[in-house]
């Protein structure tokens, strides 16, 4: 199943289905064109991880972590599908495409076993980042943190929607830059949700961002972006410069 938040052509703010080529919502159906796709789902945080790939490791000259390298996003950074986003203005910032794991009900100290519980679905993201400030001064807030430096979407797939290998990429202007397969993540997504709910609590619709393969580079004003990830579908958005 594919859920979906939007904004229908009256201004509501609903969840439906995305089936095939139409959003339905109740007894209505809608054109995706004819309505605004939003992020799906309102977190009050996003844990990202980092390093989480040994390739794009690699490729930053970074050691690989002994436990997942946490840290946060939060909400001011959510967009959605089909944005255009402002970058910082004179910031070198890099696109990174993401499996972004949505959680379903609030939870603490969850043992891997038990990890699948508390996943309502996966979503595509992008991990916007400004590698300047993150760079020359390890400043994850404005390296990170700016705003809309999460899109995601366009929906949420339920897990049984995305297999355990499902291919990853991203395309800047129809350009392929990532091409990866979710099996290469270091840390798995059951040791992710453990590791973190030891130390907070993740609530419904918070999103763990589990990392980026090889192949990040940068954007430029007007580039068109797509995160596409096997069973899950397809985000794009655009940036600008201001």
Known sequence: MYRVRFRDPAGSVRQGEWVENEITFADRRYDPEEVDVLAPCEPTKIVCIGRNYAAHAEERDEELPDRPLLFLKPPNAVAGHGDSITLPEDRYVEHEAELGVVIG???????????????????????????????????????????????????????????????????????????????????????????????????????????????????????????EIEGVGRLEHAVQRP
């Not at 090889?214 to 995160?227: I, N």
């Open 105 to 227: 009900e609030q939870c603490r100290n969850v043992s891997e076993p038990e990890a699948e519980e508390v996943i309502a679905g996966y979503t595509c993201f992008d991990d916007l980042s400004n590698r300047d400030d993150q760079d020359e001064e390890q400043n994850w807030i404005r390296g990170k943190a700016f705003d809309n430096a999460a899109p995601m979407g366009p929906v949420l797939a339920t897990p049984d929607e995305v297999p355990d290998d499902a291919g990853i990429r991203l395309r800047v202007n129809g350009e392929t830059r990532q091409d990866s397969t979710l099996d290469h993540l270091i840390f798995s997504i059951p040791e992710l949700i453990a590791e973190i709910t030891s130390y907070m609590t993740l609530e419904p619709g918070d999103v763990i961002a589990t990392g980026t393969p090889e192949g990040v580079g940068p954007l430029e004003d007007g580039d068109r972006v797509e995160v």
